[in-house]
């Protein structure tokens, strides 16, 4: 898969080090969810089951906030899902499925209904440039 963007004549150039971040950031997306999803489900004091004893012990001199440390995590994860999902509102639907398969899994663009590679490279750039500009990073 390509992993470069074209420098000439596109509106949408990143930096390198931020358009990696950024790719990265939508190829994760799916671990990025679950990921948030179990974030619910841990809880800020760990027992063991079988004799009700408390795992988790705060080491050293300052008291841990373990709630709103999850918290911080949480919305943190919830930020850049919502950067993914608002940018990919924005694309023409015509073109959503097939940039998200193409930077996921891999697959290529289907050329057949009339758009070329060019097209398809623009609109993925469009894509990665308007999740940076979600998360603020523009």
Do not use: C
């Not at 969810?33 to 004091?45: D, I, K, T």
């Not at 998200?100 to 050329?111: A, K, Q, S």
């Not at 993925?124 to 998360?135: C, G, H, I, K, P």
Request: proline letters at 4%; glycine letters at 6%.
């Amino acid at each position: 898969m390509r992993d470069y963007q074209p420098k000439k004549h596109n509106p949408y150039w990143l930096r390198r080090g931020l358009y990696h971040r950024i790719l990265w950031l939508v190829k994760d997306y799916d671990e990025i969810r679950e990921q948030w999803e179990s974030l619910l489900e841990e809880s800020p004091m760990m027992f063991d089951e079988e004799d009700g004893v408390r795992i988790y012990q705060p080491h050293g001199n300052k008291t841990g906030d373990r709630t709103a440390d999850i918290a911080i995590r949480r919305a943190k994860l919830f930020e850049e899902l919502q950067a993914v999902d608002r940018a990919i509102e924005e694309i023409e639907p015509f073109y959503r499925q097939g940039i998200l398969n193409h930077i996921r899994r891999g697959d290529w663009f289907n050329t057949t209904n009339g758009a070329s590679l060019r097209t398809w490279y623009r609109k993925q750039a469009e894509f990665l440039f308007r999740v940076a500009s979600n998360l603020g990073n523009i």
